[in-house]
Structures are given as C-alpha cells and as structure tokens.
C-alpha cells in the first residue's frame, strides 16, 4: 500500500521556515553578523517540524504504507540528520565547538538550504515516483 504524504502543512511550513532561516543567515553571513537568539528559535522551530514529520513516516511505515520510491526513506533520515545538526548548533549545544564564531551564520544558511532541499526530495520522491 501506498500514500503520497503524511502531513503535508508539516512538511511546507518546515520547508518554508527553513527557506526563511538560509535567507537571513546568508545575509548575515554576508554583514559577517552572528545568528540573533530570535532567528535560533526559527530555525528550532523548523527542526522540530522536519522531526514530527519524521515521526508521521515512522508511523506511517509501521502501520505498513510504503513511499514508492526507498530513496524516499533515505532523504527523510538525512533530512533528520539535518535537523539534529541544527539542534547541534544551537548556544550551548553540543556542535557548538565545531564552526568558529565568525562562521556561525555561514554553517546556518548552508544546513537550512540543505534540509530544505532535502526535504522537497523527499516529498519528490513520494509523490513522483514509479
């Protein structure tokens, strides 16, 4: 058995959030400013949309409905790796130590853009796949 998407509105608003998060951080990055608390927030709220869409697929998986595509199954784990990643990032958090200060809001706007990405694949591959 096959579906299309588990929770649709979850997945465009992380999407979008994501989109917002990669445009202020890019230009951020480029005023070689630090990523404000206000926009961590954002972008922990976003994380926590692609990881309760995450949670709907394992559901879904369990409950035996099948992507069409397997590849489906391996975006949607990179795009919680991506979320972890952000979770990571975050003051205090445990990947905190890997990017330089200066680099904060390069490293934001590159994860963000990705999970996006990576997040419409995703669905790409659920939705159009043979």
Do not use: C
Request: aromatic share 10%.
């Amino acid at each position: 058995m096959t579906a299309v998407h588990a929770f649709r509105a979850l997945l465009w608003a992380a999407v979008a959030l994501h989109g917002a998060v990669f445009l202020v951080a890019f230009v951020l990055d480029l005023a070689r400013r630090r990523v404000p608390g206000w926009l961590w927030a954002v972008y922990l709220a976003a994380s926590t949309l692609v990881v309760l869409q995450g949670l709907s697929g394992v559901a879904l998986s369990l409950s035996g409905t099948r992507p069409p595509d397997p590849l489906h199954f391996l975006y949607g784990l990179l795009s919680l790796g991506g979320a972890l990643a952000a979770f990571g990032l975050r003051p205090g958090g445990f990947l905190r130590g890997a990017v330089l200060p200066v680099r904060e809001a390069r490293a934001v706007a590159l994860l963000s853009l990705t999970v996006a990405a990576l997040l419409l694949r995703a669905y790409q591959t659920g939705l159009f796949a043979r």
